[in-house]
């Protein structure tokens, strides 16, 4: 992340990972064998969740000191929010189906990307 900057590295990590969940999605409509579709699973959840370090160093970079105890703790919601977000998706699966829960998910990842991008710019001082 020193050469190309965190937020640049942060939004390819996710993007790979966006790309592995709709390899999954294809794999599972192509009828590809189960234990490629766990292998997808694996790779595609260590690069979603490989950049936690790095977007948190860049909030924490961007928030005056005196308000990071309130953004740690909005931090914890979204935490938080991942049982909501279980159960959103329990109720997509039963309105459509597993693909379509995959691919509304892999959808909102790469909206969440979109704010990395737009701090490209801010991320100085590393890579560029």
Same mark, same amino acid.
């Given at each position: +992340?020193? !050469?190309? @900057? !965190? ?9 790979? @990972?966006? %790309? ?29 969740? =490989?950049?936690? =370090? ?13 308000? !990071?105890?309130?953004?740690? %703790?909005?931090? &914890? ?5 991942? +049982?909501?977000? =279980?159960?959103? @998706? ?6 459509? &189906? ?8 892999? &959808? ?16 100085? @001082?590393?890579?560029?």
């Amino acid at each position: +992340s020193k !050469r190309f @900057g !965190r937020c640049k590295v942060s939004a390819i990590y996710k993007w790979i @990972g966006i %790309a592995f969940m709709i390899g999954m999605v294809l794999s599972y409509i192509y009828h590809l064998p189960i234990w490629l579709i766990c292998i997808m699973y694996i790779i595609r959840t260590s690069f979603m969740n =490989a950049t936690s =370090a790095l977007t948190k160093s860049v909030m924490m970079d961007h928030v005056p000191k005196h308000e !990071r105890g309130k953004w740690t %703790a909005l931090e &914890s919601v979204n935490m938080f929010s991942w +049982s909501g977000s =279980a159960f959103l @998706g329990g109720v997509l699966v039963g309105l459509e &189906s597993i693909t379509f829960n995959f691919c509304v998910t892999a &959808s909102i990842q790469f909206l969440a990307t979109i704010p990395l991008v737009l701090l490209f710019s801010m991320d100085l @001082g590393e890579g560029d």
